[in-house]
């Protein structure tokens, strides 16, 4: 559908009123949070300094945003054009996604002033400056991803088309394919750091490529999860033959994650701790059973794949599934002092405000600019 055909649909209407409302929150709570600094504005502490922001906008924002490279691969590289509808408003959200990071880490870190210093000061022995490096440069690669998309709806279709030429654009997915792998399995191979302390039901030499393929997953899901709603919202009709085969992108994607956790678990004797009673071990059955086994299931039954409501719920179960895992990593890789951590209502405010934000701008791209136009002259 064109920008042209969402004119009847006003951007503060409904739910815009509602973001504003939030964004507003966010504003305040961010003014708070950079006035008084993180001891004031979080619950963090020594034994847990990674809160809402890490787990939340950093680890499971970046996961979420993965659709971008798997639908602009899918599309560009393996020449699956049914998906070139999606691509725009895949792209779209990876952006978004992306600055969602970008922000998460600017108020999580001691001096937000300093957040620069990355880029010229470098670490090459961190993996911590590898993965900023390449969210930099993947967020660069994004901007111009969707460029074209801005331009059409300015008027400025001439650099739309240079910046869609095949050879820019073969560039630009090729090196989104590859700055995403090695962020995305760097934020895992974070935690390889921490045998000691992260339960073993997580921890493995495998963590970087289960970090990698359970994005690939949580990516997909959340491009359905968008199509349904965008199609729901904006008046359109559902992709139904898309969100099939993005079902089934998922289901495979998840028969994947799930052989390697779970048969490097069963490869180490480690499958006895998931019934062990404790808090990790009912975390990681409700990950595992809830947000993978069941939706890998429910994804590979015809019946679902034709109900679009149900399709909905289930790519929902994919996502909580992520999101859950990357929070279980971050929080349970911390602690082992006497400190508790329940995020404070500033960080909670910020997470949630910043989410509205991006959503309200989501909103206003798909209403000003032709995301979900076919753009036929992409071929």
């Known amino acids: 559908m064109a920008a042209q055909e969402n004119k009847n649909i006003q951007l503060m209407s409904g739910g815009g009123k509602v973001l504003l409302a939030l964004v507003g929150l966010f504003g305040v709570a961010a003014l708070y949070r ?15 300094p990674w809160g809402l922001w890490i787990a939340m906008d950093v680890m499971a924002g970046v ?9 602009a691969a899918a599309v560009y590289i393996f020449n699956m054009k049914k998906y070139k509808p ?6 779209l959200t990876a952006y978004f996604g992306y600055l969602l990071v970008a922000v998460g880490i600017f108020f999580d870190i001691g001096k937000p002033h300093t957040l620069w ?22 967020l660069a690669v994004l901007t111009f991803e969707f460029a074209p998309t801005f331009f059409e709806g300015t008027g400025r279709k001439d650099l739309a088309e240079k910046l869609h030429s095949r050879p820019v654009l073969f560039f630009l997915v090729i090196a989104g394919i590859t700055l995403s792998f090695f962020h995305q399995s760097s934020l895992g191979g974070l935690f390889l750091l921490m045998p000691s302390k992260l339960h073993h039901l997580w921890w493995t030499t495998l963590l970087p490529y289960n970090f990698y393929i359970s994005a690939i997953a949580a990516g997909l899901a959340m491009v359905s999860f968008e199509t349904v709603l965008a199609a729901k919202i904006f008046k359109h009709d559902q992709e139904k033959e898309i969100l099939q085969g993005l079902a089934t992108g998922t289901a495979v994607t ?6 390697m956790r779970l048969g490097d678990i069963v490869a180490k004797g480690n499958l006895g701790l998931a019934f062990e009673g404790s808090t990790a071990s009912m975390l990681f059955l409700l990950e595992i059973v809830g947000g993978a ?8 039954i015809p019946a679902i794949k034709k109900s679009i409501p149900a399709l909905f719920i289930t790519q929902l179960l994919v996502i909580l599934g992520v999101v859950m895992n990357r929070f279980s990593v971050t929080f349970l890789a911390q602690g082992g002092g006497n400190s508790t951590y329940f995020p404070s209502f500033v960080e909670i405010s910020i997470t949630v405000g910043l989410i509205a934000l991006l959503m309200f701008l989501y909103r206003a791209s798909v209403i000003k600019l032709p995301v979900f136009s076919h753009a036929k002259t992409e071929k």
Do not use: K
């Not at 979420?64 to 798997?70: C, D, E, K, P, V």
């Not at 999606?86 to 792209?91: D, E, M, Q, S």
């Not at 086994?293 to 590979?300: D, G, K, T």
């Open 34 to 48: 950079l006035a008084t600094g993180l001891g004031a504005a979080t619950n963090l502490n020594d034994d847990y």
């Open 86 to 91: 999606i691509v725009r408003p895949a792209i």
């Open 293 to 300: 086994i069941v939706p890998m299931i429910l994804l590979a």
């Open 63 to 71: 996961a979420l945003a993965a659709g971008g490279f798997a639908i």
């Open 117 to 138: 210093h990355p880029l010229f000061m470098w670490q090459p022995h961190s993996v911590m400056f590898e993965v900023v490096m390449c969210v930099v440069m993947y």
């Open 254 to 259: 998840l028969l994947i994650y799930l052989v």
